[in-house]
């Protein structure tokens, strides 16, 4: 077991199964170096575990725990596109955020620091980057949130 695994263990998370794509794309993409992995929602058991808009009914820390299971998604993805080796995973480089949100919400880094914060718990200082977190009127299956996230890899 690695690193990242223990601290994964030790904050009670087990990473599911890579979600298939909901159209035609791959979840992941290697090369150069980098793994791009596609945008997640926040997916358990094969659906969108919070559906709604920030600002509309969708509350702050609902919002957060939302971002949180996508960057455990994004971790999954991560997992299956390195046979199963996390540790080559050297540096998060950057974390996009979209907020499924009214036009007055205004807390869009609030709520994707669930994913940031699950990053680092899980990776360490391997876990940090740069990111950007932004409103948008809908997502996908009317999901609350989606992040996606760019690795450097060995």
Same mark, same amino acid.
Do not use: C, E, M, Y
């Given at each position: 077991m690695n690193e990242i695994e223990r601290r994964l263990e030790a904050a009670g998370i087990t990473l599911p199964e890579a979600p298939a794509p909901a159209a035609n794309y791959v979840p992941a993409q290697l *090369? =150069? *170096? /980098? /793994? %791009?992995?596609? *945008?997640? #929602?926040? #997916?358990?058991? @094969? $659906?969108? !575990? !919070?559906v709604g808009k920030l600002g509309g009914g969708v509350g702050l820390e609902d919002g957060r725990a939302a971002a949180r299971l996508c960057a455990i998604n994004i971790l999954a993805q991560a997992k299956k596109a390195l046979a199963g080796d996390l540790s080559r995973i050297k540096q998060t480089l950057k974390v996009q955020g979209f907020v499924a949100c009214t036009p007055d919400f205004g807390d869009h880094p609030k709520v994707i620091n669930g994913a940031s914060d699950l990053l680092v718990e899980a990776l360490g200082e391997? @876990?940090?980057? =740069? $990111? %950007?977190? /932004?409103g948008a009127p809908s997502l996908p299956f009317d999901a609350a949130v989606e992040v996606d996230a760019t690795f450097e890899v060995a």
């Open positions: *090369g =150069a *170096g /980098l /793994l %791009f992995v596609a *945008g997640q #929602l926040p #997916l358990a058991d @094969g $659906r969108v !575990q !919070q391997a @876990g940090k980057h =740069a $990111r %950007f977190a /932004l």
